[in-house]
């Protein structure tokens, strides 16, 4: 098996369980983190009106919630991006060993 074959099924106790053999959506999670974001700036905008009625009722704590939501996703987001970027750049590598052997 090479370094990006996985087996077709797995064995557990008495469970066989089958795999599909189809490609990541979303290998680094770059777009998810990305949407994840948007979503909790959406929200945090969406809320800014209401910051009086908020207040009133204790509720507060829900739009500071939103901007951490997406100041942790900008971490998460850069943190995805370098991890793309080493991907690749080990992924490059890896060819062009094999392109030299070859």
């Not at 990305?34 to 905008?45: C, K, P, T």
């Amino acid at each position: 098996m090479g370094p990006d074959e996985q087996p077709l099924q797995h064995e557990f106790g008495s469970r066989t369980f089958f795999v599909a053999d189809v490609e990541t959506l979303d290998m680094d999670g770059v777009r998810t983190v990305e949407v994840g974001s948007a979503l909790w700036l959406i929200a945090f905008v969406g809320l800014l009106p209401f910051y009086g009625r908020l207040e009133e009722s204790g509720h507060l704590w829900w739009l500071w919630t939103c901007l951490t939501g997406f100041g942790l996703g900008m971490i998460g987001l850069e943190f995805c991006r370098r991890r793309r970027k080493a991907r690749l750049e080990r992924e490059a590598a890896y060819a062009e060993v094999l392109g030299d052997d070859a």
